[in-house]
């Protein structure tokens, strides 16, 4: 079946680091690709999409590009805020599938 | 403006009692999720349906169950609760788009102690 396989963690950066978390899929066909993120005692956002290969997903700073030779999804940020703080989530979704597949969560911590 | 509930947002039970969970969308989304989410598991699908009458079971439905009757609901039912429940619980809905982006909005969570 299908299956996200992302960073363990928690990440602890200080302020204006560089963020990286890995992500990495395993779907039949090709699936759609998001990050959700989690603030503290909240529910899950969308944070940004890609639905084909060499697609970037953009937003609030954050950047995804959709690597189908790597079956990845990396998450960046050039420069990370105390605000940035939350649980990450990478997820996929098949075409026509309506059903997301998550990966177990990166918790980030942003300490200035 | 559109948005997914959920009730109550904390909620103790007791094992082997009956628990129904409520999620009420104003986005007038065709498909509706449950997740529960638990440390080193991430989200993991319970059950979901596609339109009224529709009902699927997901990678960890047993003892849970749906039912959908209108377009804004799904309620989730817990038929006898056991501890290995106690969970935190998002309902989520996605709107028709063809399958493509499949962008599922969340509601805040209930978290669930089965004591």
């Known amino acids: 079946g299908d299956s996200v396989t992302q960073m363990e963690g928690p990440v602890t950066l200080s302020e204006e680091a560089f963020l990286t978390i890995n992500c990495t899929y395993t779907a039949t066909g090709y699936p759609s690709l998001f990050w959700y993120v989690q603030y503290p005692g909240e529910g899950l956002q969308l944070l940004l999409k890609?639905?084909?290969?060499?697609d970037k997903g953009s937003n609030k700073g954050f950047e995804a590009t959709y690597r189908k030779e790597t079956t990845s999804f990396h998450l960046e940020k050039g420069s990370v805020q105390v605000s940035d703080s939350a649980v990450y989530f990478c997820a996929s979704s098949n075409f026509g599938n309506e059903k997301l597949t998550f990966g177990t969560g990166t918790r980030l911590t942003i300490i200035p | 403006d559109a948005e997914i509930t959920q009730s109550p947002r904390h909620k103790i039970t007791e094992t082997g009692r009956q628990v129904t969970l409520a999620c009420h969308q104003t986005w007038n989304h065709n498909n509706m999720f449950w997740y529960r989410q638990d440390l080193g598991h991430g989200l993991r699908l319970i059950h979901y349906?596609?339109?009224?009458?529709?009902?699927n079971k997901g990678e960890v439905s047993d003892g849970y169950s749906v039912s959908r009757s209108n377009t804004e609901d799904l309620p989730l039912t817990l038929e006898s609760a056991a501890s290995s429940q106690t969970s935190v619980y998002f309902c989520?809905?996605?709107?028709?788009?063809?399958?493509?982006?499949?962008?599922?909005?969340f509601g805040p969570g209930t978290r669930l102690t089965v004591l």
């Open positions: 890609a639905t084909k290969a060499d």
């Open positions: 349906s596609y339109g009224v009458q529709d009902t």
């Open positions: 989520a809905s996605s709107g028709e788009t063809g399958g493509i982006y499949n962008e599922q909005f």
